[in-house]
């Protein structure tokens, strides 16, 4: 059975350096209680920072220094962030300290059913403070399994300024066996604040190669080569997406409506109707994968609450039950926004990827088109604009994304982007 960093695609030096890491960790638990907020486990800089994984070769601290109580995981979204997170995870709650993939420890982490492992996946736009709190108060108790309780924040870049000092507050004075596993894009300030990223280790994660992404497609999900070989380069290293694309007939459907995209832009309103399109697009999209999970959460709060009962008092106490309801569909809208989001930044990353084969090739530049199956609308592109004009609509969509990513209506966003587009 593989060990449970086999799904961590092209980090081989953070493979190594994170079971240095768990090996110290079970260390530590056979020497008695640890304090891994000491200098030798928090390796602070000379700056109050602490410091990267990877800063430390064996040999050089002393046994269990490489391990603390805190991490931030970084990486371009598709490097595996949370899949390193909950690699380490199961390596940290391993009876044999290597994560090894077998025993219960690594078993029960990696299905999500450990009971000293808490898994924060943000379905909304945020994290709020009550969350943070309830969250942090449960992480305080001793392990049930004798090792430790780990807490892993997937998208700690959502944290809201009252949760973030809530789990700064945690992370400044952790309890003895608790270990927090932050996941973000980067340790700029405006992902994660810097008075939390100064009390942790940070794992940095790159991009994986199209070549190791396509040996994971084939090896684990059964992919034929030549399809695992597009998918991988269509999903610049995405590793989830390039899955998707390669088994899935809806997901490829998708991108081959967005790349045509700048085919269509011939004038003004084919602009504003391509726009509608990519919103209307993302909009279902995002329907579709909440529509399930909505009415499965709305049919257990009914139940709950005591819909359908007939004994007596049992439809008054579903009436006064609003205010459950309401704040049931505050959360459920706030997810539906989220996926919304996330499916029209999958289709602006794709017509990002034919812009930048454009200017690529306009440049002459020796490097591999991201879409190879339409690189021949790419060059004729190449021709028509030259760089600079590639350049524009490239720097037309990332203007998009940002704008997005700082609350601007999609509608309007994508609006402004088709017509920048048109235009040039």
Same mark, same amino acid.
């Given at each position: 059975? $593989?060990?449970?960093?086999?799904?961590?695609?092209?980090?081989?030096?953070?493979?190594?350096?994170?079971r240095?890491?768990?090996?110290?960790?079970?260390?530590?638990?056979?020497?008695?209680?640890?304090?891994?907020?000491?200098?030798?486990?928090?390796?602070?800089?000379?700056?109050?920072?602490?410091?990267?994984?990877?800063?430390?070769?064996?040999g050089?601290?002393?046994?269990?220094?490489?391990?603390?109580?805190?991490?931030?995981?970084?990486?371009?979204?598709?490097?595996?962030?949370?899949?390193?997170?909950?690699?380490?995870? +199961?390596?940290?709650?391993?009876?044999?300290?290597?994560?090894?993939?077998?025993?219960?420890?690594?078993?029960?982490?990696?299905?999500?059913?450990?009971?000293?492992?808490?898994?924060?996946?943000?379905?909304?736009?945020?994290?709020?403070?009550?969350?943070?709190r309830a969250?942090?108060?449960?992480?305080?108790?001793?392990?049930?399994?004798?090792?430790?309780?780990?807490?892993?924040?997937?998208?700690?870049?959502?944290?809201?300024?009252?949760?973030?000092?809530?789990?700064?507050?945690?992370?400044?004075?952790?309890? $003895?066996?608790?270990?927090?596993?932050?996941?973000?894009?980067s #340790?700029?300030?405006?992902?994660?604040?810097?008075?939390?990223?100064?009390?942790?280790?940070?794992?940095?994660?790159?991009? $994986?190669?199209?070549?190791a992404?396509?040996?994971?497609?084939?090896?684990?999900?059964?992919?034929? $080569?030549?399809?695992?070989?597009?998918?991988?380069?269509?999903?610049?290293?995405?590793?989830?997406?390039?899955?998707?694309?390669?088994?899935?007939?809806?997901?490829?459907?998708?991108?081959?409506?967005?790349?045509?995209?700048?085919?269509?832009?011939?004038?003004?309103?084919?602009?504003?109707?391509? +726009?509608?399109?990519?919103?209307?697009?993302?909009?279902?999209?995002?329907?579709?994968?909440?529509?399930?999970?909505?009415?499965?959460?709305?049919?257990?709060?009914? #139940?709950?609450?005591?819909?359908?009962?007939?004994?007596?008092?049992?439809?008054?106490a579903?009436?006064?039950?609003?205010?459950?309801?309401?704040?049931?569909?505050?959360?459920?809208?706030?997810?539906?926004?989220?996926?919304?989001?996330?499916?029209?930044?999958?289709?602006?990353?794709?017509?990002?990827?034919?812009?930048?084969d454009?200017?690529?090739?306009?440049?002459?530049?020796?490097?591999?088109?991201?879409? #190879?199956?339409?690189?021949?609308?790419?060059?004729?592109?190449?021709?028509?604009?030259?760089?600079?004009?590639?350049?524009?609509?490239?720097?037309?969509?990332?203007?998009?994304?940002?704008a997005?990513?700082?609350?601007?209506?999609?509608?309007?966003?994508?609006?402004?982007?088709?017509?920048?587009?048109?235009?040039?």
């Amino acid at each position: 059975m $593989p060990d449970v960093f086999a799904d961590l695609v092209g980090q081989d030096e953070t493979v190594e350096a994170l079971r240095r890491a768990a090996a110290d960790a079970a260390t530590i638990l056979r020497a008695g209680p640890p304090d891994l907020t000491a200098p030798d486990g928090a390796a602070p800089t000379s700056d109050g920072a602490l410091a990267q994984i990877g800063s430390t070769r064996p040999g050089e601290h002393e046994p269990g220094a490489g391990m603390t109580h805190a991490w931030i995981f970084t990486g371009p979204p598709g490097s595996g962030r949370s899949v390193a997170a909950r690699a380490f995870a +199961a390596a940290l709650q391993c009876l044999h300290g290597t994560g090894c993939g077998s025993c219960p420890g690594c078993h029960t982490t990696m299905a999500g059913t450990h009971a000293d492992v808490r898994l924060v996946v943000p379905e909304g736009l945020s994290i709020g403070v009550n969350e943070m709190r309830a969250l942090v108060l449960r992480a305080a108790s001793t392990p049930s399994g004798g090792r430790w309780q780990v807490v892993v924040i997937e998208d700690a870049d959502r944290l809201t300024e009252a949760a973030g000092n809530a789990l700064l507050k945690a992370v400044e004075e952790p309890p $003895p066996r608790t270990v927090f596993l932050l996941c973000a894009p980067s #340790t700029h300030p405006d992902d994660i604040s810097v008075t939390i990223r100064s009390r942790c280790r940070v794992v940095p994660l790159r991009q $994986p190669a199209p070549a190791a992404v396509a040996e994971v497609l084939v090896r684990r999900d059964g992919v034929e $080569p030549d399809v695992a070989r597009w998918a991988a380069a269509a999903a610049q290293g995405h590793v989830g997406r390039a899955r998707r694309l390669a088994r899935d007939p809806e997901a490829r459907a998708r991108r081959d409506a967005v790349l045509a995209v700048p085919r269509q832009l011939t004038g003004v309103g084919a602009a504003i109707d391509a +726009a509608a399109a990519l919103i209307g697009a993302a909009e279902a999209e995002a329907a579709a994968s909440v529509a399930d999970t909505d009415a499965a959460e709305r049919a257990a709060l009914e #139940t709950a609450l005591g819909a359908g009962g007939t004994g007596r008092g049992a439809a008054g106490a579903f009436r006064g039950a609003a205010g459950q309801v309401k704040e049931l569909e505050r959360r459920q809208k706030s997810r539906a926004t989220r996926a919304q989001r996330d499916a029209l930044d999958r289709a602006l990353v794709d017509l990002a990827g034919f812009y930048r084969d454009a200017l690529t090739m306009a440049l002459h530049a020796p490097v591999e088109p991201v879409n #190879t199956d339409t690189s021949t609308v790419a060059g004729a592109g190449a021709r028509k604009w030259e760089a600079d004009g590639a350049l524009r609509r490239l720097e037309a969509v990332l203007a998009c994304r940002t704008a997005i990513e700082a609350n601007v209506k999609p509608r309007i966003a994508v609006e402004a982007m088709m017509l920048a587009l048109w235009k040039g």
